[in-house]
């Protein structure tokens, strides 16, 4: 389409909260990237594997089949119940009948936030954040809140409670989390819940890097006590299971929601794409050993890495996920100093921690979702750079 | 995890990595890595340290051929004796008792389909407890050691994505 300067409409033509809204951080120096050659990018938020070769060889088959018509707006009923019953594995017990498949949880997150908030209630997103929550929860119509958790990543429940009189709505929840790779034990958990409770709030439980937790075995903040009710869990199947671009996700939720957020999906989404959830099913049936060799292999990728970076930098250990955010602080450049010189020095991408939230701003992101050996000169090359200063 | 098994695992994709980067991986000391490494060469689970070469791109003319072998056997020459007859053949590259029709996959190194002919017909077939043989030549190997023998796929990935 033709870009024009002149609006055609005498009033203006966007929604007032789009054009509030501040275009993503990353995107910006993204632009910086494009044209450069032989960078080692360990700005990629999603694996390094591609699809296990089963899961596409299923979904390869059925559209060989023909199968390639809409689903129910729920999802494949056989995926649905696949899902309930994969999520005892986080201590959940639920029934098909709360699973909605979604496409992708970015969809999640839109209609969950969509489903409950009311113009003047709170979102409250811990930061630093994944970058897709605070435009959503400000599209959805409510109040942002940000709760800044640095300088150990951890939410606690002195930090929720204090907001006991702005109206909270919702709690973003994302562990493990991108970009700080940090999540919470079970204690830490009940704490987060009974702030929940004292707030009276819903938390949605972005818990896609589940699966990629190395510490400790992940359990959903749904799984404690009383928190059932008033949890939206997010997960699908883009990172665990290496399957971004298939777009498939799913939420778990108590039936008020879930049907609320059905008629979001039926009305904007209609039906998660078909194939996309053929592979998901074929990912839960048969895809624990391809997880479990991409866990081992991330798990030591991040304790090299991890290593490393301390040589330069204090890091917070991240408990899973496939990041790292190291504060760069001690440079004495901020984190988009340092990213932007470490581009054009050393042709290193890693992204510039205030991307995620304010109190990121000294750190910078660095995702391992690189082969060891493509690791290693990163590394090395970020060494060259911090001894350059 | 298991250390021991994480350490073998990583060994049998690249056996030259070194101690210290076996020990950055899996959190572990360097001494503690080269002591596991140790008691693993010494109790034979770690059996050798090969490379897999791609002979072929080597320049390398070499005949492989997968023999199927069906055997007697009598009260006196049972599977491990025969085997073991065959196995001590330096031609022979691996031997393996299979269920199926046949009883031995005899998998033969040769420098020429001719070789590897007479080779069968004078060492595998004169064994008297063999009954018959049916030799299948290897044409191309697309995998070998769980090694992709062809170019695999490329990244596609953005170079920033959330």
Redesign the interface.
């Known amino acids: 389409m033709r870009r024009t300067g002149g609006l055609p409409l005498s009033r203006d033509i966007l929604n007032i909260r789009v054009r509030e809204l501040k275009p993503s951080g990353i995107r910006r120096f993204f632009e910086l990237i494009i044209g450069r050659d032989d960078v080692i990018s360990l700005g990629v938020g999603e694996p390094d594997f591609a699809v296990p070769w089963r899961i596409r060889e299923e979904m390869i088959y059925s559209l060989e089949k023909g199968i390639t018509s809409y689903t129910s707006n729920f999802g494949l009923l056989e995926l649905r119940e696949a899902i309930a019953d994969y999520y005892k594995k986080f201590g959940v017990e639920t029934s098909y009948e709360n699973v909605l498949v979604t496409t992708g949880v970015s969809e999640g997150i839109d209609i969950a936030l969509r489903a409950v908030v009311n113009p003047g209630e709170t979102v409250l997103v811990p930061e630093p954040t994944y970058v897709s929550y605070q435009p959503l929860a400000f599209l959805s119509g409510a109040d942002v809140i940000s709760i800044p958790t640095c300088p150990d990543f951890k939410l606690t429940f002195e930090d929720l409670v204090k907001y006991r009189d702005r109206n909270v709505k919702v709690l973003m929840l994302n562990y493990p989390n991108n970009p700080t790779g940090v999540s919470y034990r079970k204690k830490e958990l009940e704490e987060i819940a009974d702030a929940a409770v004292e707030l009276d709030c819903i938390v949605i439980s972005d818990e896609i890097y589940g699966e990629l937790s190395y510490n400790f075995r992940h359990v959903s903040i749904a799984s404690l006590n009383g928190m059932e009710d008033r949890t939206v869990i997010l997960n699908g199947f883009s990172k665990g299971f290496a399957m971004t671009g298939m777009r498939v996700g799913y939420a778990i939720a108590p039936e008020p929601i879930l049907d609320g957020m059905l008629k979001i999906h039926q009305y904007s989404m209609l039906c998660a794409p078909v194939t996309a959830q053929i592979g998901a099913l074929e990912a839960l049936r048969n895809g624990e050993d391809e997880l479990e060799r991409m866990r081992a292999e991330y798990m030591r990728r991040r304790n090299f890495f991890v290593k490393r970076l301390r040589e330069m930098f204090d890091v917070v250990m991240p408990d899973g996920a496939f990041y790292a955010f190291p504060d760069v602080s001690s440079t004495g450049l901020s984190g988009e100093e340092f990213a932007e010189r470490l581009l054009m020095e050393k042709n290193v991408a890693v992204v510039p921690g205030s991307a995620f939230g304010e109190c990121g701003s000294g750190h910078v992101r660095c995702a391992y979702a690189v082969s060891m050996e493509k690791l290693r000169e990163a590394v090395d090359r970020m060494s060259d750079f911090v001894n350059s200063l | ?1 298991n250390r021991e098994l ?1 350490i073998l ?2 060994l049998e994709n690249n056996s030259r990595i070194s101690a210290k ?1 076996i020990a ?4 572990m000391s360097v001494e503690e890595v080269e002591e596991t490494i140790k008691r693993l060469e010494d109790e034979g689970v770690i059996l050798k340290y090969k490379t897999l070469i791609n002979w072929e791109k080597a320049g390398v003319e070499e005949v492989y051929a997968i023999i199927d072998v069906r055997v007697n056997l009598t009260r006196e020459k049972g599977y491990d004796d025969i085997a073991k007859r065959i196995a001590k053949f330096p031609e022979v590259h691996a031997v393996r008792l299979v269920s199926g029709d046949y009883d031995f996959q005899v998998v033969v190194k040769g420098r020429s389909l001719k070789d590897i002919s007479f080779f069968i017909a004078e060492k595998i077939s004169t064994i008297p407890e063999v009954r018959d043989t049916v030799t299948h030549f290897l044409l191309r190997t697309y995998k070998e050691e769980g090694e992709l023998l062809f170019k695999d ?1 490329e ?1 596609r ?6």
């Open positions: 995890m994480e695992r990583i980067e950055e991986m899996l959190n796929e990244d990935r953005l170079a920033i994505v959330p």
